[in-house]
């Protein structure tokens, strides 16, 4: 071969690469493709959370599109709650100050997904499917 032969296969072949790459993208953002292309949910979702606090600033949530976590301070427990799943409980790791206060006999929507009920005795947080927990500074149960 030459050295125009090969000057012209090379850039060829970087174009057929491209042009696999771009599809395997396209279809994975269409769903065709399951992980090609398209940000994971977990990234998407991590860039679109917000914190919310208790007036007292012993409760704080963190919610996103396809997650909820709320935790009291004072007890260390932790609850977290999927769109359509059941509340599991665990032990209490954020410890953030909260974007949001929310103010007593207020409530929160959290996306499309999560409702956050605030009165003086803590925190009511339900899903789409109506499940949820109610937790305050040393008591919590799921529902």
Do not use: W
Request: glycine fraction near 10%; hydrophobic fraction near 35%.
């Amino acid at each position: 071969m030459t050295a125009t032969a090969l000057s012209t296969t090379v850039p060829t072949r970087r174009i057929a690469v491209v042009a696999v790459t771009a599809s395997l993208a396209l279809a994975g953002a269409l769903g065709a493709v399951p992980g090609a292309g398209a940000l994971a949910p977990t990234q998407a979702d991590a860039a679109a959370s917000v914190t919310v606090r208790s007036q007292t600033g012993n409760l704080f949530c963190k919610a996103s599109q396809l997650r909820i976590s709320c935790e009291s301070r004072a007890s260390g427990v932790r609850y977290s709650l999927s769109p359509y799943g059941t509340a599991r409980r665990g032990n209490a790791t954020y410890r953030g100050r909260g974007s949001y206060t929310l103010r007593y006999n207020r409530s929160y929507r959290a996306g499309r997904n999560f409702r956050i009920r605030s009165n003086a005795s803590g925190f009511t947080v339900t899903n789409r499917s109506g499940h949820g927990f109610f937790i305050e500074r040393y008591r919590s149960y799921r529902f």
